[in-house]
């Protein structure tokens, strides 16, 4: 596992692209996870440009101090924080209006290869799934403490699964016994409750359930969408690369109408009053020779939107 990368990022040329670099902009990565993103936009960058590099994660952060390309450079700063409080990150660091946002809402391989981290259900370790490990609730906290209606919702709200109650009781039962704590008890107590023939997606769909729920994924990602709207300048750009069909639904219906609830306002003649234009109809999406290469970016979706000029 020591020989694995930190992370290979996905769509990075189209996603850079996309954001349309001005060498004098001030940009901001969400998630800086590895840095490839964040090196590609650096490299765009002239020396008057400016990059503002978010993860919640202190392994990320220290990795980005010792690189190379991103550790001492004036041009970079580096924030401990989640990007659900980006406008008051912004403001502190003097960078209020910005020229692009990205964000990359995978998880980190480092994440996944990490036993100790307990995001995969092929390691062995603690049910643990914090990206900031700082949180006071991790993954066998949340299904220690959660009764069977909650722990029913998060299984099919955020993993739809289909079995979600008959997961849901077997977890309230065993745990009666013995601590739903580490990644082998857990799959002990839900495999005889998932399709042998779905094994890993199910597992899968459960684990990312879970991951989403301990870290409060979905509340985070609307917070940064009204923020980022908020924050960019007229002509700015917004990238978001989702993985599962909640993230997409939201970015997409924000991107379209400019509010979460995805509602569309008009004028008189019938024109779309959203405050932003989309790049492309449709997601940008890896094509076969990325998917070769990095099979873990196959459900990746980016969509781009550009804050209209106001009139």
């Not at 952060?61 to 924080?81: F, I, K, S, W």
């Not at 569309?264 to 940008?284: H, Q, V």
């Not at 998917?291 to 979706?301: D, F, G, L, V, Y």
């Amino acid at each position: 596992m020591s020989d694995q990368p930190y992370h290979i990022p996905a769509l990075l040329e189209p996603t850079i692209d996309a954001l349309n670099i001005n060498p004098s902009g001030v940009y901001v990565d969400c998630t800086l996870g590895g840095g490839g993103h964040s090196r590609a936009i650096l490299a765009r960058l002239g020396p008057q440009g400016r990059l503002l590099c978010f993860d919640q994660d202190t392994d990320a952060l220290e990795r980005a101090q010792a690189d190379p390309v991103l550790g001492g450079d004036p041009r970079v700063t580096l924030v401990h924080g989640n990007f659900r409080y980006l406008k008051n990150f912004l403001r502190f660091y003097d960078a209020e209006k910005v020229d692009g946002i990205l964000a990359d809402l995978g998880v980190s391989f480092h994440h996944f290869d990490d036993p100790d981290r307990g995001f995969s259900f092929r390691w062995e370790g603690p049910l643990d799934m914090r990206m900031n490990r700082q949180a006071s609730t991790d993954a066998a906290s949340l299904l220690a403490a959660a009764d069977i209606d909650r722990l029913t919702e998060i299984f099919r709200l955020y993993g739809e699964l289909r079995q979600a109650r008959r997961i849901a009781q077997a977890i309230i039962e065993a745990r009666a016994k013995t601590p739903v704590d580490t990644v082998p008890r857990l799959l002990e107590v839900v495999r005889p409750h998932i399709s042998p023939r779905q094994e890993k997606k199910e597992l899968a769909q459960l684990f990312q359930a879970l991951r989403i729920v301990v870290n409060d994924e979905i509340s985070a990602l609307r917070s940064l969408l009204v923020q980022a709207r908020q924050s960019l300048r007229p002509e700015g750009r917004l990238a978001i690369i989702t993985y599962h069909s909640l993230e997409d639904r939201l970015v997409k219906n924000f991107m379209r109408t400019g509010n979460l609830e995805g509602r569309e306002n008009k004028d008189f003649y019938g024109r779309n009053l959203s405050p932003f234009a989309l790049l492309t109809s449709k997601p940008i999406v890896p094509d076969e020779a990325e998917i070769e290469a990095n099979p873990r970016s196959r459900s990746a979706k980016l969509r781009v939107a550009v804050l209209k000029p106001e009139k």
